[in-house]
């Protein structure tokens, strides 16, 4: 599982209230992702890092802010969640994998509710 | 523009007979392409990669520039093989993914 866990897994919240969801490394990788997954769209990217500090849009970025203070954590925050923000949400990183080809390692997501 | 598209949103079949998961790209460049998987409330697993020219779990794919296709095949469904495969494009020199919109594939006893 490249060392990479979620919290919370599952969330309830209401709309309009702000909520901050963590990724958590062990293995220092520098590259991660936040992704949302949704029936009839599979995966798509909202944030990712390069490193500490270095963060920058994907393609659904609207309503969402990302920090990473440290290598091992990545923060995705609703500033204020809606409805449309209902989904499940994976944590990626990237590493060389034996034979030295960068690849993509999710995390076990996060099941987020916004009534 | 840069796409992944994954015409069948669903794919029954029946426990030994083959299996073909379709995924068409549109990119201007060397792509390389990906298969993931999703077993029930689990996880994205990197399933195959063309540049590995591997087989995993009796599942293989090849890369076909030409009609800008990457198709899943398995020649014996198992029961286990019930999921929801994603097949992803990164551009050449890029770390970013770009996912299509997933086949669920039911194989039945």
């Known amino acids: 599982d490249a060392g990479i866990t979620q919290s919370p897994r599952h969330k309830v919240t209401e709309t309009g209230t702000p909520v901050t969801l963590r990724c958590h490394q062990t293995e220092n990788h520098r590259y991660m992702y936040w992704y949302r997954q949704d029936p009839g769209h599979g995966l798509r990217l909202i944030h990712y890092?390069?490193?500490?500090?270095?963060?920058d849009k994907g393609e659904v970025s609207d309503g969402y802010s990302v920090s990473r203070s440290k290598t091992e954590d990545f923060l995705l925050t609703l500033e204020s969640a809606t409805s449309s923000q209902t989904s499940v949400y994976f944590c990626a990183i990237s590493a060389k994998t034996l034979d030295l080809q960068e690849t993509q390692y999710f995390g076990p997501g996060t099941r987020l509710l916004v009534l | 523009a840069q796409r992944v598209t994954q015409p069948e949103k669903l794919l029954s079949v029946f426990k030994g007979a083959p299996v073909e998961l379709k995924c068409n790209y549109s990119?201007?460049?060397?792509?390389?392409l990906f298969w993931y998987v999703q077993y029930s409330r689990q996880r994205l697993q990197l399933l195959l990669r063309?540049?590995s020219r591997e087989s995993i779990k009796g599942f293989t794919a090849d890369l076909n520039k030409g009609e800008t296709s990457f198709h899943l095949k398995k020649p014996f469904a198992q029961e286990e093989d019930s999921a929801m495969y994603y097949c992803?494009?990164?551009?050449?020199?890029?770390?970013?993914?770009?996912f299509g919109t997933g086949t669920r594939l039911q194989v039945f006893p």
């Open positions: 992803a494009l990164s551009g050449s020199g890029s770390d970013k993914l770009i």
């Open positions: 063309h540049i």
């Open positions: 990119y201007s460049g060397s792509p390389e």
């Open positions: 890092s390069y490193g500490v500090k270095d963060t």
